[in-house]
């Protein structure tokens, strides 16, 4: 049996932001995380109660680039910080996963660090993305 995807867990979904792809490889690994939207109440007895507020996945991919030159840098950073675009956390886009051959429609779920060491070595340290949606034309 093939491992799942993504791919598999998430309705289709339209980016805000449709005019280009965010597909810089990242250089470290990719990490994914998958949860979903429970919680755990324990009494004062020790018992357990559960509850499942949805039975849709919630992802998070996190990225990480240690050197990255102008051109790829300036890429991420032009997502995350123009308007129409990633406009910070607030606006979706589209993300090519570097491994699985999917896009997905995603947003920035926190700041984004960048490291100059170099006039022209730039470093981004890690990203996290929120994962909307797949991208199913």
Do not use: C
């Amino acid at each position: 049996m093939a491992a799942k995807e993504m791919f598999d867990y998430l309705d289709a979904a339209t980016a805000d932001y449709t005019l280009a792809t965010l597909s810089v490889t990242p250089q470290q690994v990719l990490t994914e995380t998958g949860t979903k939207n429970q919680v755990v109440h324990i009494a004062d007895d020790n018992s357990e109660e559960y509850i499942s507020f949805s039975n849709d996945s919630i992802f998070h991919v996190s990225l990480q680039w240690e050197i990255l030159n102008e051109s790829d840098a300036g890429t991420i950073f032009d997502f995350f910080h123009d308007s129409t675009k990633g406009n910070g956390i607030t606006r979706t886009f589209y993300w090519e996963h570097p491994t699985d051959g999917h896009t997905y429609v995603v947003r920035f779920a926190e700041v984004l660090p960048r490291s100059i060491s170099h006039p022209e070595i730039y470093g981004i340290q890690q990203i996290r993305l929120k994962v909307v949606g797949k991208y199913d034309p």
